[in-house]
């Protein structure tokens, strides 16, 4: 495992967060890292992985910052509400996004000005966190996409593991031991040159999104040693919640069961 001296101007944020967090992560858990050196040390670059655990961006910006990059995030803007932490987020660089809203698109321009700054956005395509039953990689949202077919910049994809061991989905309370091991792994740039030739239209953004996705899933596929389901999971398909708990009715203080539900098991 090979890690990248960071470069870069962290800002009073990123120092305090990293002097906290970091000797916490590597007191928790145990890191695989695999082919970091993929990501560009420099200029505007998409990370994108798949999301199996609320801790996951802690352990992804572990994963960038190991390999000389800060990580920048479209984040929920419930996070920005609170004054203090808000405040925190902003210093750190991070965006918020309004999901499902119309204001989204306020984050996608804040993450293409990030990108023509020469900034790394680290993007969870799925949107949330995976809806399928086994924890594969879901059917993914284009804006890691139009981000870059708008910018050009590279996309990395990144396949975790063993994040869904420290804190299953949905889950409030750490499986600290036995200690955990979290692997993760980024593959080549995707190829989307021949689509950012092409006019940008729903067709296009629609093949970038599935190349994305479908190079995030041969790296978890990797890592897993398993074979991922022939159709992506598709929650609207389903009909399942696309943000929340997605066997928790939102009008009833207690989670309803489901068959899915009982199936979800991190393997």
């Known amino acids: 495992m090979r890690v990248r001296k960071l470069e870069q101007d ?58 000389g990059r800060v990580p920048r995030y479209l984040a929920k803007s419930g996070l920005f509400r609170n004054k203090a932490l808000g405040g925190f987020l902003s210093s750190a660089g991070q965006i918020p996004v309004e999901r499902l809203s119309r204001n989204a698109v306020g984050a996608y321009d804040a993450a293409v000005r990030a990108i023509d700054d020469g900034e790394c956005i680290v993007i969870y395509p799925e949107g949330t966190l995976t809806r399928d039953p086994d924890l594969w990689p879901m059917k993914g949202k284009t804006g890691a996409a139009r981000i870059a077919l708008a910018t050009g910049c590279p996309v990395i994809p990144v396949g975790q593991w063993g994040a869904q ?33 092409q006019p940008t239209s729903p067709e296009t953004i629609a093949e970038a999104t599935d190349r994305i996705m479908t190079a995030i899933t041969a790296i978890v596929a990797d890592l897993r040693g398993g074979t991922p389901p022939a159709e992506r999971y598709d929650p609207r398909a389903t009909g399942v919640r696309e943000i929340g708990n997605p066997v928790e009715d939102p009008h009833r203080s207690h989670p309803r069961s489901s068959p899915r539900s009982r199936k979800r098991r991190s393997r």
Do not use: Q
């Open 10 to 67: 962290r800002g009073w944020a990123i120092t305090v967060a990293a002097s906290i967090l970091k000797p916490t992560l590597l007191a928790a858990t145990s890191r695989t890292w695999i082919d970091g050196e993929k990501i560009p040390a420099t200029g505007g670059c998409i990370v994108a992985i798949n999301h199996i655990s609320h801790v996951d961006p802690l352990l992804s910006a572990h994963f960038v910052y190991d390999h």
């Open 165 to 197: 061991e420290v804190l299953p989905p949905y889950t409030k309370t750490p499986h600290l031991l036995p200690r955990k091991n979290i692997v993760m792994k980024a593959g080549d740039p995707v190829r989307l040159d021949d689509l950012a030739s």
